[in-house]
Nanobody
Framework: QVQVVESGGGLVQAGGSLRLSCAAS????????MGWHRQAPGKQRELVAS???????NYADSVKGRFTISRDTAKNTVYLQMNSLKPEDTAVYYC????????WGQGTQVTVSS
């Protein structure tokens, strides 16, 4: 049973920064991709950023230049450094780990006040 646990959400003013962390455990298979998705009220869940075991990254256009994803492959841990936060970044952020299947965390709330 793969467990995915996020931490680091909270309330921040516009222009501020937050760092999200996510740890995956219990997988017998390589988690070749890990990433962050978010879902704002009334909207569909969307990809924010992802990273593979070989370091290839992908970002949503809306966060390029502001967010940075990084990974400690040995620890199956992924981080999301979020800078220059905007009110429109407010959402529940979910961590995803992909190996034999997709595994999701419970989500962590990020609220950016104007």
């Amino acid at each position: 049973q793969v467990q995915v646990v996020e931490s680091g959400g909270g309330l921040v003013q516009a222009g501020g920064s937050l760092r999200l962390s996510c740890a995956a455990s219990g997988s017998s298979y390589t988690l070749y991709s890990m990433g962050w998705h978010r879902q704002a009220p009334g909207k569909q869940r969307e990809l924010v950023a992802s990273i593979t075991t070989w370091g290839s990254t992908n970002y949503a256009d809306s966060v390029k230049g502001r967010f940075t994803i990084s990974r400690d492959t040995a620890k199956n841990t992924v981080y999301l450094q979020m800078n220059s936060l905007k009110p429109e970044d407010t959402a529940v952020y979910y961590c995803r780990a992909t190996g034999q299947s997709h595994y999701w965390g419970q989500g962590t709330q990020v609220t950016v006040s104007s």
